[in-house]
């Protein structure tokens, strides 16, 4: 019986500490391969790692460069027509943060307040320790070359005690805004799941815990994620699939879920837009798809 009582408390202590993951059970489906509805008319977008839609302006579109670029979003129209500025006229876009190093910049998320979030999240090898969100207010596209942060979010993973870890499931690459609250999706290597956090304190005078509160078998790497402007839906990108979650009172894994197998380049990108969702890949193309061709799944 002391064996016994002893095995029970050793899985309850387990379940506590790592929490259940959450799966659904996919239907056969063949893989949708995507086609491009256009391709960026800009040379210098040429790792495509984000997208938001302005809830400012409209018809305008943020992306950046993945890491080893400089500290620059280009806005474009939903044609992925570059909005030029007058401050570098034909010859050259985008708008420089002029505070913020792109050590490795990933994902963008925007809030309803008119601000963009650039994620410097990357975290590929599980060393860093400075990671970080850049907080702009979502600038005129065609004005003025420049801006600024106007706050850092300074985090850290609290289950991570070594750097590097093992297991290599600290990367982020996935950042959305929903119900006044800031949320990250991991990006696991050592298994096919994502965690989701969630930031209680975005206070820039410290460095942040950021709270776990779910985990899916998502069967893939994160590489972007969107909520809907209510927060109801969020948008979830991997290499192979697309996943949208939909709960209002924002516990996504267990809510409605909805899925469809892709086949595309390496997309790396995801936002709403109205009825579609909109997806970017590191080789300069847009891809359009309606909502309603994913499949609920539970």
Same mark, same amino acid.
């Given at each position: 019986?002391?064996?016994?009582?002893?095995?029970?408390?050793?899985?309850?202590?387990?379940?506590?500490?790592?929490?259940? =993951?959450?799966?659904?059970?996919?239907?056969?489906?063949?893989?949708?391969?995507?086609?491009?509805?256009?391709?960026?008319?800009?040379?210098?977008?040429?790792?495509?790692?984000?997208? =938001?839609?302005?809830? =400012?302006?409209?018809?305008?579109?943020?992306? @950046?460069?993945?890491?080893? $670029?400089?500290?620059?979003?280009?806005?474009?129209?939903?044609?992925?027509?570059?909005?030029?500025?007058?401050?570098?006229?034909?010859?050259?876009?985008?708008?420089?943060?002029?505070?913020?190093?792109?050590?490795?910049?990933?994902?963008?998320?925007?809030?309803?307040?008119?601000?963009?979030?650039? $994620?410097?999240?990357?975290?590929?090898?599980?060393?860093?320790?400075?990671?970080?969100?850049?907080?702009?207010?979502?600038?005129?596209?065609?004005?003025?070359?420049?801006?600024?942060?106007?706050?850092?979010?300074?985090?850290?993973?609290?289950?991570?005690?070594?750097?590097?870890?093992?297991?290599?499931?600290?990367?982020?690459?996935?950042?959305?805004?929903?119900?006044?609250? @800031?949320?990250?999706?991991?990006?696991?290597?050592?298994?096919?799941?994502?965690? @989701?956090?969630?930031?209680?304190?975005?206070?820039?005078?410290?460095?942040?815990?950021?709270?776990?509160?779910?985990?899916?078998?998502?069967?893939?790497? =994160?590489?972007?994620?969107?909520?809907?402007?209510?927060?109801?839906?969020?948008?979830?990108?991997?290499?192979?699939?697309?996943?949208?979650?939909?709960?209002?009172?924002?516990?996504?894994?267990?809510?409605?879920?909805?899925?469809?197998?892709?086949?595309?380049?390496? $997309?790396?990108?995801? $936002?709403?837009?109205?009825?579609?969702?909109?997806?970017?890949?590191?080789?300069?193309?847009?891809?359009?798809?309606?909502?309603?061709? @994913?499949?609920?799944?539970?």
């Amino acid at each position: 019986m002391k064996k016994l009582i002893i095995i029970v408390l050793s899985i309850i202590s387990i379940t506590l500490l790592f929490g259940q =993951v959450t799966s659904v059970t996919l239907p056969e489906k063949e893989t949708v391969k995507l086609t491009p509805y256009a391709t960026f008319d800009f040379a210098d977008i040429n790792e495509s790692s984000a997208i =938001v839609k302005s809830r =400012v302006w409209d018809d305008v579109y943020w992306t @950046l460069n993945d890491s080893g $670029c400089n500290n620059r979003i280009f806005p474009f129209n939903s044609n992925g027509e570059l909005y030029r500025t007058e401050w570098y006229k034909e010859k050259d876009g985008g708008i420089f943060i002029g505070n913020a190093i792109n050590i490795d910049w990933e994902d963008m998320a925007v809030d309803n307040d008119g601000n963009i979030y650039v $994620c410097d999240t990357g975290n590929n090898f599980n060393t860093r320790q400075d990671l970080a969100i850049h907080v702009i207010k979502d600038p005129i596209p065609n004005a003025t070359g420049n801006t600024t942060s106007t706050k850092t979010i300074k985090f850290y993973y609290p289950e991570q005690k070594k750097f590097p870890a093992v297991p290599n499931n600290y990367d982020c690459e996935a950042v959305f805004w929903a119900k006044d609250n @800031l949320y990250l999706l991991t990006k696991h290597r050592a298994d096919k799941q994502t965690h @989701l956090y969630r930031f209680d304190s975005t206070d820039q005078l410290k460095i942040n815990p950021v709270t776990r509160i779910g985990k899916f078998e998502i069967g893939g790497m =994160v590489t972007a994620a969107d909520a809907s402007i209510d927060g109801s839906k969020l948008v979830v990108l991997t290499y192979d699939n697309i996943w949208i979650f939909e709960a209002e009172d924002g516990d996504y894994f267990n809510g409605k879920i909805s899925w469809l197998p892709i086949n595309a380049n390496q $997309c790396e990108a995801v $936002c709403f837009d109205g009825d579609d969702i909109i997806i970017t890949s590191e080789q300069m193309q847009l891809f359009r798809l309606p909502i309603s061709e @994913l499949i609920p799944v539970n």
